[in-house]
């Protein structure tokens, strides 16, 4: 894929927060060609991204 991690194994769980929701995201991986925080806030940003995106999109 596009990250720039190989072995890269996530689990995102949802749970329910008042009139929202909180996300937590676990993952392992072994940085490709970078280093692993170098990678991490890679991750971290496409994730953050495509939530802000969905947020916008289930905002009334």
Known sequence: ???PVKAYNATIAVHPKGSGSTVVWT???DAAG?????AKADIEGVYEQGLA?????ASP
């Open 27 to 29: 993952a392992t991986f």
């Open 53 to 57: 995106g969905i947020a916008k999109d």
């Open 34 to 38: 970078m280093t692993d925080a170098e």
């Open 1 to 3: 894929g596009p990250l």
